[in-house]
């Protein structure tokens, strides 16, 4: 009934019981004569009384609660190589996460129904992550790395069911690519450069469902009329280039 405005001005919740997790886990790892390496990982988290942000009525305000279970299980792969003057590394990583419980999520739009299995938003199943480096001389090193993320639920359509008729409300999963470089000139001197979202793509790191206050291209009448519903994004970041001396003592 009394939500607080976010990113200042928090005021107290409701009495909230602390998060109980309990954590699974069994892996190998390897290493190579050569230094290779491989290593694969096996996990269960079982978080009860989860901490979770409901939004409320009023935008961009909302309060904490505690959610009876979620599910967090999965598996981590990892593997790094070298040949000659190329290196690699690999990782991969396969995440279900999910609520364990039956219960309800005011999105302040409208209730979200939740079962066990359905999935949080927010968090991707699978991510990807290659990187390749080429030592062009003993001073030169190139190297890039792609990262790749698939779809994400939307806050707010959790069940799906807030997305219009044959509409998508889910994030997209996207690829990017990245690139680095260093000179080391001398022993203790290092040039360096980066270049991230190499190719400038467009994409989405999250989603919520919140109140339209322009249905259908036009502002809602204050007092009058009703405020549509409309899936809101955030945009990932553009191209970005760093460079930078360093000097190491």
Known sequence: ????????????DPFLKQVVSRTAEAGMRWRGARGDT????LYRTVNRDDILFRSAALAQQ???????????????????????????????SYLEA?????????????DVHIVPGTRLAGLPRNTAKLGLEWSATPAL????????ISDMPTQGDEDGAAAPTG???????????????????????????????????????YGAV???????????PPGGGEAGTARFVAPGAPRSVAAGLRYRF
């Open 141 to 148: 090193t190139l190297g890039a790395d792609l990262v790749a």
């Open 167 to 205: 509409r998508d409300w889910r994030i997209r999963g996207h690829a990017l690519l990245d690139a680095h470089a260093t000179y080391r000139p001398a022993p203790k001197w290092e040039l360096y450069a980066r270049v991230t979202n190499l190719a400038d793509r467009r994409y989405e790191s």
């Open 210 to 220: 919140g109140v339209d206050m322009f249905p259908n291209g036009a502002l809602a």
């Open 1 to 12: 009934e009394r939500p607080c405005r976010l990113p200042v001005g928090l005021q107290s």
């Open 38 to 41: 491989a290593s694969l990982s």
């Open 98 to 110: 999910t609520y364990d419980a039956r219960g309800d999520l005011f999105s302040g739009t409208r």
């Open 62 to 92: 909302g309060y904490f609660a505690n959610f009876a279970r979620t599910r967090h299980q999965g598996v981590d792969l990892g593997v790094t190589g070298r040949a000659g003057a190329w290196s690699a590394r690999l990782n991969y």
